[in-house]
């Protein structure tokens, strides 16, 4: 402050929260620091700061103004994922989950991985068996008490077949084999299986001409089924919407079928397409190998082998592949859960964490947390008993999550909406208190769409809510969850960084716009960057969007945040340089060889934005008026008044090469008046100057590598902040004259 002698007494707080002070003359080191304030219009210097004009934060804090409030303790939280076992053995030790709890979040939730590999899960490895002579079957885990669990296995699924929905489908015996779920059928949902048509759509990869499609029916079979062709584009891709429509085959209808082997001859001109779907609504309900004694060996639809292609003189042919095409793929509307002993996959680098560990190791923070049930993969009764199984220990269960990415696997909303009232009713009658949610959609951008229905609508949610509704079920839906990973990850450069709001609000508002009640909260459970790992993630690019990310999810409506992944993890090359998911990079040993940017990123939102333990927080609205020339918001920012009585603000300063002085006026408009900060307001910055990561290969490493900086000065109306280039800051304090 240029003409004054200033004492600051600057607090430092290291990773662990240990507070530190140290007394700057600013006559004697010129206040070089990065951020400052300063009284009436002077402004601390450096950074850029002097040649920017003097900004504003704007807050209405009317009355009634208040537009989300939320309880940090259930609100805002992180997520444990798949793991080897060895990293279980690793993660779940004292100073790895000190380490992991530092960063401040509050709840946690259970990532099941599963479904990404087209696998059972056993939640625990006591149960029975629907076929106990074989050891196979549906399996259903035990309630009893017995030794706990430390790891989860997958089995294989092999009634999978030659599906090839699943990102890594874990291996199993015969793999041509596809049967669709039972509890699809008029025998579980006491609809017509009419309603609840499964099929298989063929992928050629690109347009073949096809005139014939073979098939080679198991037990059970389709009676009735046609065969499609489509025209247009993207008629998997549920992310952006499929572009065009389905057409049947002119002698693609059959009715009275009888299975076995047929080579069907569907047009005389071969048509060109990449795509058919074998649409089947009505089956033969004959039992498969596994005989009688179990209706779900002899509901729905089996095909041992499926293929396009031309018939020629009587002869089928499949389609010829070209030689840059990669190989035909099989999407499938179900698979059926049925497994044995024998497909157990010891899994190596793949386990999930036992229950039993993951509720007594301190990692859910002394909260209740959010779980999950598998529904595609799984059984109804198998989840009510693990439900069973949790309560009788007495863990405490915050919500739970129906099912496995359904978007993802390509589960129509109809099929998925039929699923999630059984397994509904199954938890509900065992516990009727319950909170029940889903779909856990992938991290999506915009709505998710899918082939018309036969009213025209395309809307993945939209359609199942409406499911909800029309069977008087609505209030089962507790919460809706999805993930959020909104870049691509080759594709992030620092202007993505202004979209972060705008898209988090966007979905948001999707969501509402497709159905979801007001009164249904809206959950964010998976959430990063992108869904690949990228070098952002650990830049400082990867804390400006995650404090632009939780903020905007609340001021947008949000009811409860999860940020991924909570335990460390190593560094690997990405196509934007090397990264780690994790708050932490770890060697081969899991010691912690440095913190990333989120994680201090972390500790700015949950311990100087926020208040954890303390109750309910109220955000209002916020708005700064710093802008480039292209019209880009450079400051966001997000105020809350907390249970202390503190109004507090993060602003994030998205400028990459200058700092900004900001005024910060609070205002109560109907009693047309202005007020700010007054007396002590803690004042912490976390920023590039604080954290630069340095890209090196395997030595890649963060140099500086925080701490976060604050600092205590007395504030008064006039004062100006000085926000440094690329950093996240939060100011905190009590307001002149009386608000509350």
Request: aromatic share 10%; net charge negative.
């Amino acid at each position: 402050m240029k003409g004054k002698r200033v004492l600051l007494t600057v607090v430092v707080t290291n990773t662990l929260g240990v507070r530190g002070s140290k007394l700057f003359d600013c006559a004697v080191v010129g206040c070089l620091m990065s951020f400052s304030i300063a009284t009436g219009t002077a402004a601390a210097q450096g950074s850029g700061a002097a040649a920017m004009p003097i900004g504003t934060v704007r807050v209405d804090i009317r009355e009634g103004r208040s537009i989300n409030s939320f309880d940090p303790d259930s609100a805002v939280g992180s997520s444990v994922d798949v793991l080897s076992r060895r990293d279980i053995d690793k993660v779940y030790t004292p100073h790895i989950l000190q380490e992991a709890l530092s960063a401040g979040w509050g709840p946690i939730t259970y990532r099941n991985n599963t479904e990404l590999r087209m696998a059972a899960w056993h939640w625990t490895e006591n149960g029975t068996w629907s076929d106990p002579a074989h050891r196979s079957g549906y399996f259903t885990g035990s309630t009893e008490l017995k030794e706990p669990t430390r790891y989860i296995l997958a089995y294989a699924l092999p009634h999978r077949g030659f599906a090839t929905s699943g990102d890594r489908p874990v291996p199993g015996p015969n793999l041509t084999y596809w049967k669709s779920n039972p509890y699809l059928t008029s025998r579980f949902t006491g609809e017509s299986d009419a309603l609840h048509p499964q099929w298989v759509v063929i992928d050629l990869q690109s347009e073949k001409l096809v005139n014939a499609v073979r098939i080679v029916w198991a037990s059970p079979y389709a009676t009735n089924y046609q065969v499609e062709y489509w025209t247009g584009t993207r008629a998997l891709d549920f992310d952006l919407g499929p572009q065009g429509e389905w057409h049947v085959f002119p002698s693609g209808t059959l009715t009275d079928a009888k299975g076995g082997i047929v080579a069907l001859k569907l047009t005389d001109r071969p048509i060109s397409t990449r795509y058919l779907r074998v649409l089947m609504s009505e089956s033969s309900n004959t039992c498969d190998e596994h005989g009688s004694s179990d209706i779900r060996n002899c509901v729905g639809y089996a095909i041992q082998q499926i293929a396009a292609g031309i018939v020629v003189n009587g002869t089928f042919a499949p389609a010829a592949r070209n030689p840059a095409d990669p190989l035909t793929t099989y999407c499938v509307s179900s698979i059926d859960p049925w497994h044995s002993a024998e497909d157990v996959r010891d899994g190596g680098d793949y386990q999930h964490t036992g229950f039993d560990l993951f509720f007594t190791s301190g990692i859910t923070n002394n909260l209740p947390a959010m779980i999950p049930v598998t529904m595609l993969y799984g059984t109804p009764d198998d989840a009510a008993a693990q439900i069973a199984y949790l309560e009788k220990r007495g863990y405490r269960i915050g919500s739970i999550e129906m099912g496995e990415e359904p978007d993802g696997k390509h589960a129509t909303p109809e099929d998925y909406g039929a699923l999630y009232l059984q397994w509904a009713t199954a938890i509900h009658n065992l516990d009727p208190k319950l909170k029940l949610g889903g779909p856990v959609f992938e991290g999506v951008n915009e709505d998710i769409r899918l082939w018309p229905d036969t009213q025209g609508r395309t809307s993945w949610m939209g359609r199942f809510v409406d499911y909800l509704k029309s069977h008087g079920r609505l209030s089962d839906l507790a919460f809706v969850s999805f993930e959020h990973y909104p870049f691509e990850p080759c594709e992030i450069a620092w202007k993505s960084l202004y979209s972060e709001p705008r898209l988090m609000k966007h979905i948001l508002q999707v969501w509402r716009n497709d159905g979801v009640p007001r009164n249904v909260p809206l959950m964010v459970t998976e959430n990063h960057l992108a869904a690949q790992l990228t070098g952002p993630m650990t830049t400082i690019f990867a804390a400006l969007w995650l404090a632009d990310n939780v903020g905007s999810f609340f001021e947008g409506g949000g009811a409860a945040f999860y940020h991924s992944p909570i335990q460390p993890q190593g560094i690997r090359n990405t196509c934007l340089g090397w990264a780690s998911w994790s708050n932490f990079v770890s060697d081969e040993s899991y010691g912690i060889r440095g913190y990333t940017s989120p994680y201090f990123a972390a500790r700015m939102i949950n311990f100087e934005w926020l208040q954890h333990r303390s109750g309910v927080h109220y955000l209002f609205p916020s708005s700064t008026d710093v802008r480039d020339d292209e019209g880009n918001i450079l400051v966001t920012s997000y105020a809350v008044h907390r249970p202390d009585g503190n109004w507090s603000l993060l602003l994030v300063n998205r400028d990459e090469s200058h700092a900004h002085s900001m005024r910060v006026i609070l205002e109560d408009s109907r009693a047309k008046r202005t007020t700010s900060f007054s007396g002590p307001v803690a004042f912490a910055t976390f920023g590039s100057e604080q954290y630069v990561w340095i890209n090196d290969g395997l030595n890649s490493h963060a140099d500086p590598d925080g701490p976060i900086y604050s600092t205590v000065v007395e504030a008064s109306p006039g004062s100006v902040y000085t926000l440094p280039k690329a950093s996240i800051t939060v100011l905190r304090g009590k307001l002149t004259g009386k608000v509350e």
